[in-house]
T-cell receptor, first 114, second 114 residues
């Protein structure tokens, strides 16, 4: 079955350190790819998305992600973590292989230590 | 532009009752999708409406239903509530409803079933 996997339900980094959140999808045809962030008691906010074109996508708040077709990955990075980045992050995919529905990964909770 | 609004924000019901949740999309958006978020199952797609027609549906029992009005506002209904229906219900809207289009999420309605 087609799926989207986020490696690591919890990630902890120090303030100022690199943030790397992993996302892999399983489908023979690359879907559209999205990263969302959710703060406590709030809805989801789009960080960035990949549809076509340049494989390195820049988003809001200094985040970026690179689509690697050969690795079926779309990992999210930020060079320097800030305390305000503490939240839950969701990778999502959408495409014919996924029934054209927006399918979410299980989420990764990012903790930023001072 | 005002964002996606959902009412009510919090709701407490008892088993066997029914509930109706409301979603007002961003002005001009024609597509509305609904999602259920629980700690155990994560974010799951319920259904999508576009121009008053259900365009896609997730794997939920028939107790879950929805509709969209001519002004694009949407409601979802859950009948014969079960304890397992306790969740955060998120609504999202997009302009054209194409699968590459960004979905903008509301803050959600937190439903507790006792």
């Amino acid at each position: 079955a087609q799926s989207v996997t986020q490696l690591g339900s919890h990630v902890s980094v120090s303030e100022g350190a690199l943030v790397l959140l992993r996302c892999n999808y399983s489908s023979s045809v690359p879907p559209y790819l999205f990263w969302y962030v959710q703060y406590p008691n709030q809805g989801l906010q789009l960080l960035l998305k990949y549809t076509t074109g340049a494989t390195l996508v820049k988003g809001i708040n200094g985040f970026e992600a690179e689509f690697k077709k050969s690795e079926t990955s779309f990992h999210l990075t930020k060079p320097s973590a800030h305390m305000s980045d503490a939240a839950e992050y969701f990778c999502a995919v959408r495409g014919p292989a996924f029934g054209n529905k927006l399918v979410f990964g299980a989420g990764t909770i990012l903790r930023v230590k001072s | 532009k005002a964002g996606v609004t959902q009412t009510p924000r919090y709701l407490i019901k008892t088993r066997g009752q029914q509930v109706t949740l409301s979603c007002s999309p961003i002005s001009g958006h024609r597509s509305v999708s609904w999602y259920q978020q629980t700690p155990g199952q994560g974010l799951q797609f319920l259904f999508e409406y576009f121009s008053e027609t259900q365009r896609n549906k997730g794997n939920f029992p028939g107790r879950f239903s929805g509709r969209q009005f001519s002004n694009s506002r949407s409601e979802m209904n859950v009948s014969t509530l079960e304890l397992g229906d306790s969740a955060l219900y998120l609504c999202a809207s997009s302009g054209t409803g194409t699968i590459s289009d960004t979905q903008y999420f509301g803050p959600g309605t937190r439903l507790t079933v006792l």
